[in-house]
């Protein structure tokens, strides 16, 4: 079955610090990825995607990604994390094997940010 | 911009009420899903529908149905509320299938006791 890990539960960094969160899938083909972030009392707002293409991809809020193949990873990075970036992290991987498309969410990891 | 909005952002119920959680989007997405978020489980979808009067079951379906009479409003309804199911609940929207990026509600927090 497919599924995605967050070995992460909680990171705490320093404002002005980099970042970056772990994510790892299980996947039978091409995946598409997606990192949420979900603010306190909020709803989740999508960072960024993969679908295809450069490994490389860059979100909204300075946040980047790097799809690995052969690692089956799709970390997120920041190179200066601000006291704003406190939040939960949701990396997701979309299903389309199944007779129902669906995205299927990590556990998530807690970021809290030391000013 | 996308908005997705939950009827209640708290809600407090008995054991054994039947409950309603409204959502509503105003982009005219076909797709809608209710999720359930729990620590440490992420989010589990409950239901989702990708046309009106359409439904199907996602992975955690059990004491719960839904209703999707027009095309911008998706419920959720607990027929007998139960303490298990004290839980965040995100309803969400997309324009692609559910492979695509999803627009999020603020969530509601219900408390059965």
């Known amino acids: 079955a497919q599924s995605v890990t967050q070995p992460d539960i909680h990171i705490t960094v320093s404002e002005g610090a980099s970042l970056e969160l772990r994510c790892n899938y299980s996947?039978?083909?091409?995946?598409?990825l997606f990192w949420y972030v979900q603010s306190p009392g909020q709803g989740l707002q999508l960072l960024l995607k993969y679908f295809s293409g450069d490994t490389l991809v860059q979100g909204i809020k300075g946040f980047e990604a790097e799809f690995k193949r052969s690692q089956s990873s799709f970390n997120l990075r920041k190179p200066s994390v601000h006291w704003s970036d406190a939040a939960e992290y949701f990396c997701?991987?979309?299903?389309?094997?199944?007779?129902?498309?669906?995205?299927?969410f990590g556990p998530g990891t807690s970021l809290s940010v030391i000013p | 911009d996308v908005k997705v909005t939950q009827s209640s952002r708290y809600l407090v119920k008995r054991t054994g009420e039947k409950v309603f959680l409204e959502c509503v989007q105003d982009?005219?997405?076909?797709?809608m899903f209710w999720y359930r978020q729990d620590p440490g489980l992420g989010l589990r979808l409950i239901y989702f529908s990708y046309d009106v009067k359409m439904k199907e079951k996602g992975d955690i379906p059990e004491g719960y149905s839904v209703s999707r009479e027009k095309k911008e409003r998706f419920s959720l309804i607990l027929e007998s509320a139960s303490t298990n199911q004290t839980s965040m609940y995100l309803c969400a929207s997309s324009y692609d299938r559910g492979i695509g990026e999803q627009y999020f509600g603020p969530g509601t927090r219900l408390t059965v006791t």
């Open positions: 996947y039978g083909a091409t995946p598409y």
């Open positions: 997701a991987v979309g299903d389309g094997l199944t007779s129902y498309d669906k995205v299927i």
């Open positions: 982009m005219d997405h076909e797709n």
